[in-house]
């Protein structure tokens, strides 16, 4: 059974940087995509960024962009999410979520971490 | 972007009762590519739902998923107690973003 464990949120200053790393374990790590779900209240869930098996592709949501990186390293089994230019917008629960193989939904959910972005 | 538009928002039901939640695409979702997650409070979301009918394994009968093109619903044949919670639809069709509904909270 797949297992995610987050870890690294907290609290950040508008424009500051986090970042959240993920362990898995339970299954091939480097066989699956992986991907990264916010939640709050206001928006409820939002498709953040994902990173495939191997690393070499990536896809950011539009908001995300240029600020957020998803990498991971396959060696440890962790995929990280390194967030800077914080908006108080990205204030959110941040899930680390396992993508199916032939399609891009989820099969398996960390608990998540919590951001917060105040001054 | 497909934007997804799921009905009602609240869904209010006693156990044993049919629950039948809409999720509307605001475009036609490529092969039909939507999946239905159950989350209740204070948990993360569980896959129910692929391809818009194939149960995730482990999911029980009651839940079944139909729809194509834009129409999508999610039944459950008889409500349990341990049914009552948030559920959402997430399109990944086609190119990202893939997107969630806002999602429908079936209450007692």
Request: hydrophobic share 35%; proline share 4%; with cysteine.
């Amino acid at each position: 059974e797949a297992q995610l464990l987050e870890s690294g949120g907290g609290l950040g200053q508008p424009g500051g940087s986090l970042r959240l790393s993920c362990v898995a374990s339970g299954f091939t790590f480097k066989n699956y995509p992986m991907t990264w779900v916010r939640q709050t209240p206001e928006k409820g869930l939002e498709w953040v960024a994902t990173i495939s098996g191997s690393g070499n592709n990536t896809y950011y949501q539009d908001s995300v962009k240029g600020r957020f990186n998803i990498s991971r390293d396959n060696s440890r089994n962790t995929v990280f999410l390194q967030m800077a230019g914080l908006r108080v917008e990205d204030s959110a629960r941040y899930f680390c979520a396992k993508c199916r193989l032939g399609g891009y939904y989820f099969d398996s959910w960390g608990r998540g971490v919590l951001v917060s972005v105040s001054s | 972007e497909v934007v997804l538009t799921q009905s009602p928002d609240t869904l209010s039901l006693s156990p044993g009762e049919r629950a039948t939640l809409s999720c509307r695409a605001s475009h036609v979702v490529s092969a039909n590519f939507v999946a239905w997650y159950q989350q209740r409070r204070g948990q993360s979301p569980i896959l129910l739902i692929y391809s818009a009918s194939l149960r995730a394994a482990g999911v029980p009968d009651r839940f079944s998923g139909s729809g194509s093109g834009t129409d999508f619903t999610l039944t459950i044949t008889r409500v349990e107690p341990e049914d009552f919670a948030m559920y959402y639809c997430q399109q990944y069709g086609g190119s990202p973003p893939w997107t969630f509904g806002q999602g429908t909270k079936v209450e007692i």
